[in-house]
C-alpha cells in the first residue's frame, strides 16, 4: 500500500521503513518544498495541501513572516531556559494574552503537553479552590475525544489502538457522550468535579460539528457547578473555523466578543497549539484568568523549552499574519462556499454522504463502512490530481487547507475533488 511509482521517492520511504519506528501510516508522498497553499514532492509535482500538518500550517507554508522572525531570533538567543528570563518571553506573554484576553499564559511546546497542563492546573484548582478532597478530581471528558499521546491523555481515549497496552491507566476522568448535555448535567452533579475538557468541534473523530449551543450551554452548566470549562482549540482555533476560536461560534468578534455573554463561550482554560506557530516551530500555550493560573507556584510545572525565545517570536509574528490578512474572515467565506458547491455535488451521487463542518475544517462522509478503504484509495487519487488528504476513519476524509488560500484556487481545489470522486460512483 505504501509503493510509489518514483524511485526517488520510493528511496525516502524505504529507509523511513527500515530505520524510523512505524508508529504512523503516511499516504505516499514524499515533500521537500512548501509556500503558501502548495506542497511540492521530492520529482518537482505540486500539490494544494489539504491537512496544513493538522491545522498547524493555518497561515500558509513557509510564510515570510513567521520565518522570518524565527530565523532573525535563531541567529541571536535561542534557548535560556527558565532559570533566567530573557527579552522576549514577557513580549509574547503580553501579546497573546491581549489578544485573546486572559490574564494569563503558560507555554509550552506541543498540544499535548499544554493539554498536561490544563490538567495539572485543574486538579489543583479543585484542591485549593474548590476545596475537592486530595487525590479525588474528576474531569470530565468526552468519547471519541483526541487530546493527544501522552500516557495520561491515551488513559481517558476510547481509541483502542491508542490505548491497548499502553496500562495502566492514570486514574480521574469521567467520559461522557459528546453533545449531551443531560449527561453533563448528571456528571456535573458529583462534588469532585474539577473541570469538563471538551473539543468545540471534534477534529480526529471525524469534524464533529455539535449542537450551536452546546459550548455555551456547557460553560453555563460548568459555571452553575463551580468546575472549570477546558476547551482544547488546539485544532480548531487560531481562525481555522471561521473564527479565532470556535468557542466563539459564527460571530465576527474573532474571540474578542467576552462581553457578549450570548455568543461567546469563554473558557476558563483555553488550550492552543499546532497554528501558534503557523507550523514553523512546536508553540503551545495554556491560558486563564488569574484566579486560575495563581494555582502554579514556582517549581511545580514547567518545560526546558516551553516559552523560549524562538518560540516566543515565532508566537507573536504567527498571531499577528492571522489578523493582518484576515485569516478568520476568509475561512469563514470560503467554508461556506466550499460546503455549498460539495453539497451540490452530493445532490447527484451517492458516492458521498453529507460534507460537515465549520470555516475551513471540513470533512465528507464518503458511502462506505468506518472500516472500508474508499477513502483511502480515494486520497491516493487525490493525491495522483494533485491534492493531498488523508481520512480520519475508513470513510471520512478531512479536508482543511490553509487559510490563506484564495477563491480561485479553492475552485480549482473542488473541480479536483468533485472529479476524483466521480471516479468512484
Ligand atoms: C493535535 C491535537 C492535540 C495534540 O497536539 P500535539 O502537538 O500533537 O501533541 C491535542 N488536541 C487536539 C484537539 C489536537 O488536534
Redesign the pocket.
Known amino acids: 500500500m505504501n509503493a510509489v511509482e518514483s524511485k526517488k521517492a520510493q528511496h525516502f520511504i524505504d529507509i523511513e521503513d527500515a530505520h524510523g519506528a512505524h508508529n504512523y501510516h503516511p499516504l505516499p508522498v514524499v515533500l521537500e518544498r512548501g509556500e503558501g497553499v502548495y506542497v511540492w514532492d521530492v520529482d518537482g509535482k505540486r500539490y494544494y495541501d489539504f491537512l496544513s500538518a493538522?491545522?498547524?500550517v493555518n497561515q500558509g507554508h513557509c510564510h515570510p513572516a513567521i520565518v522570518g522572525a524565527m530565523d532573525q531570533q535563531a541567529r541571536t538567543l535561542t534557548l535560556t531556559s527558565r532559570a533566567f528570563h530573557n527579552n522576549k518571553l514577557g513580549e509574547f506573554e503580553k501579546y497573546i494574552t491581549e489578544y485573546f484576553k486572559f490574564d494569563k499564559v503558560l507555554p509550552m511546546n506541543?498540544?499535548?503537553?499544554?493539554?498536561e497542563t490544563a490538567i495539572k492546573i485543574a486538579r489543583k484548582w479543585a484542591y485549593e479552590k474548590k476545596g475537592v478532597e486530595e487525590k479525588d478530581a474528576q474531569i470530565i471528558v468526552v468519547d471519541n475525544n483526541?487530546?493527544?499521546?501522552t500516557t495520561t491523555?491515551i488513559s481517558f481515549s476510547n481509541d483502542e489502538n491508542a490505548r491497548k497496552n499502553f496500562g495502566p491507566y492514570t486514574p480521574g476522568f469521567i467520559k461522557i457522550p459528546y453533545n449531551d448535555m443531560p449527561a453533563l448535567e448528571k456528571a456535573l452533579q458529583q462534588d469532585n468535579i474539577a473541570g469538563f475538557m471538551v473539543?468545540p468541534i471534534q477534529?480526529?473523530a471525524g469534524v464533529f460539528v455539535p449542537a450551536d449551543d452546546y459550548m455555551r450551554n456547557a460553560r453555563d452548566l460548568c459555571k452553575k457547578h463551580n468546575a472549570l470549562f477546558i476547551a482544547?482549540?488546539?485544532?480548531?482555533g487560531i481562525a481555522r473555523t471561521g473564527a479565532l476560536l470556535a468557542v466563539c461560534g459564527q460571530c465576527d468578534c474573532q474571540g474578542h466578543c467576552e462581553r457578549q455573554e450570548a455568543t461567546y463561550a469563554r473558557p476558563d482554560i483555553l488550550?492552543l497549539?499546532?497554528a501558534l506557530s503557523g507550523g514553523a516551530y512546536?508553540v503551545?500555550a495554556v491560558l486563564a484568568d488569574n484566579h486560575v493560573m495563581d494555582v502554579i507556584n514556582p517549581g511545580q510545572h514547567g518545560s526546558t523549552f516551553g516559552g523560549n525565545p524562538v518560540a516566543a517570536a515565532v508566537g507573536v509574528a504567527a498571531l499577528q499574519v492571522i489578523k493582518d490578512e484576515n485569516l478568520a474572515q476568509n475561512a469563514r467565506e470560503l467554508g461556506n462556499y466550499f460546503r455549498a458547491k460539495i453539497n451540490e455535488y452530493i445532490e447527484t451521487t451517492d458516492t458521498v454522504v453529507l460534507v460537515r463542518g465549520r470555516g475551513l475544517l471540513n470533512a465528507i462522509v464518503i458511502n462506505d463502512s468506518e472500516e472500508g478503504d474508499t477513502a483511502w484509495n480515494i486520497c491516493l487519487r487525490l493525491r495522483d490530481h494533485g491534492l493531498l488528504a488523508k481520512p480520519t476513519h475508513g470513510n471520512i476524509i478531512r479536508f482543511a487547507p490553509p487559510l490563506v488560500m484564495n477563491k480561485e484556487q479553492l475552485d480549482e481545489c473542488i473541480a479536483i475533488i468533485i472529479k476524483t470522486l466521480k471516479e468512484f460512483e
Not at 110 to 115: C, F, H, L, M, S
Open positions: 493538522y491545522s498547524a506541543t498540544g499535548a503537553e499544554a493539554v483526541f487530546h493527544g499521546r491523555i473539543e477534529g480526529e482544547d482549540e488546539i485544532q480548531t488550550i497549539g499546532k512546536p503551545s
